[in-house]
C-alpha cells in the first residue's frame, strides 16, 4: 500500500520480504504479494532513478496481483513478465479519474492492459474516501449499505472501450476469483456461484430489455421503442432520422411506428422496468 511517491520503493524491503518468502515455504504456507504499484504517470518509483519502479519489484518478488498497474504500459519488455508470470491487475478505473491519472475513462490503459493479456479485475479501491453511490456529504453508515460502487466501476469499464462485452465483464470477475487467495476449493465453489448468478443477470437482462429489440433483428435495438422507453429527448436517434429525411413517404412512417411503439408501451405490465426507467426522464 502506500503512495508511489515515496523514498522506499518496495525493492527497498527485499531483504525482509524474501526472508518472509522463505519463512512461508518452511512452514508450507501461501501467503503471495500483493503490491501497490504503478499508480503513476511517471513510474521512477519514488526517486529519481527510473529501475526503482514499483512494477519491476513486483515481477522480481513474485507478485500475484499489484493494484493500479497504471504505468505499466511505459515498459513493454514489463509488460510481457506480466503476462509470463500470470501477474494480475487490479483495474480502479474511478479512482484513477478522481486522482487525475487520466480525465476519463477513455483515456485509461485497460484496453491495452486486456489487448496485451494481462489479466485484470475491477475494483474500487477506496470506496468510503471517495463515497461513491451516495450525493450526501455525510456518509452513513445505512448509505454504506445502499451504496455498491463495483457497479459503477463495471459500468466505467462497459462505456470506456468499445471492445468491451458483457462476456468481457464475466471473464473480469473469473479472474478476481482466480487470482483471489481462495484455495482450489473454494475457488471452484466461488465459479459455481458466478455461474449461476451470472446465468440469472442474463436472464433478467432478456426478460426486461428484451422487448427494447427489433423484431426482424433481435441484434439490434428498435430505436422507436427506446425513445418511448425512455422518456422525451432532446436528440433524436440516427435512425429515425434517416427514415423521416425520406421524402418518399418518410414521416409517414416514422408517424406509424411511433404509434406501435407507444401501443407497445401500453401493452407492458405495470412493474415493467422499462416503465419505471420512462418516469420522469428528461434525458439529451
Known sequence: MGAEDRPNHIGFYKKELKAFQKACKEVEVDIPFMFHAGETLLDTG?????????????VALGARRIGHGFALLKHPHLVEKFKDAKICVELCPISNELLHLCRNVKEHPFPELLAAGIPCTVNSDNPSLFKYGTISKSL????????????????????????????????LARWSIEYSCLDTDQQKDGRKILDKSWNEFCQTIVKDYGGLMSED?????????????????KRI???????????????????????????????LPSDSVVLVHSVGSNQT
Do not use: C
Open 46 to 58: 519514488g526517486s529519481a532513478k527510473p529501475e526503482n519502479s514499483n512494477l519491476y519489484d513486483a
Open 237 to 267: 436517434h440516427p435512425a429515425i432520422l434517416k427514415v423521416e429525411s425520406d421524402k418518399d413517404g418518410g414521416p409517414e412512417r416514422v408517424k406509424s411506428e411511433r404509434e406501435k411503439a407507444e401501443a407497445w408501451k401500453r401493452s
Open 217 to 233: 433483428n433481435p441484434r439490434e435495438i428498435n430505436p422507436y421503442r427506446a425513445e418511448v422507453a425512455y422518456g422525451p429527448r
Open 140 to 171: 452513513s453508515l445505512a448509505n454504506m449499505k445502499r451504496s455498491n460502487s463495483m457497479s459503477h466501476e463495471f459500468y466505467q469499464i462497459m462505456v470506456g472501450a468499445p471492445t468491451m462485452s458483457l462476456y468481457s465483464w464475466k471473464q
